[in-house]
């Protein structure tokens, strides 16, 4: 049996369906997420000590690192990104 592709790649199949933006948000939202928290480990912060110096809640904090939550702007994640000692690059196309 020929294996070929057969049809469009799984980008153009989001970007046919209408979901390419929203599933792409998601992805990048998790992805920061999870690099938030692994700096956190890094520097050894708490939550507390992590809310503190973003200069927020905890539960501003909490809802940064849930995976499930996508509504997190990029002020915050410039202040968490600050807080680690890191950088928030954001690339536009």
Same mark, same amino acid.
Request: aromatic share 6%.
């Given at each position: 049996? *020929?294996?070929? *592709?057969?049809?469009?790649?799984?980008?153009?199949?989001?970007? &046919?369906?209408?979901?390419?933006? #929203?599933?792409?948000?998601?992805? !990048?939202?998790?992805?920061?997420?999870? #690099?938030? &928290?692994?700096?956190?480990?890094?520097? *050894?912060?708490?939550?507390? &000590?992590?809310?503190?110096?973003?200069?927020?809640?905890?539960? =501003? $904090?909490?809802? $940064?690192?849930?995976? &499930?939550?996508?509504?997190?702007?990029?002020?915050? $994640?410039?202040?968490? =990104?600050v807080a680690?000692?890191?950088?928030? $690059? !954001?690339?536009?196309?």
């Amino acid at each position: 049996m *020929n294996k070929r *592709n057969i049809g469009s790649s799984f980008d153009g199949w989001l970007r &046919e369906e209408g979901m390419y933006e #929203q599933v792409t948000a998601t992805a !990048v939202k998790r992805v920061l997420a999870r #690099q938030v &928290e692994a700096a956190m480990k890094e520097k *050894n912060f708490s939550k507390a &000590e992590m809310a503190r110096r973003m200069r927020t809640s905890r539960a =501003a $904090l909490d809802r $940064l690192l849930d995976p &499930e939550y996508d509504a997190v702007t990029l002020s915050t $994640l410039r202040k968490a =990104a600050v807080a680690v000692g890191r950088e928030l $690059l !954001v690339e536009l196309r």
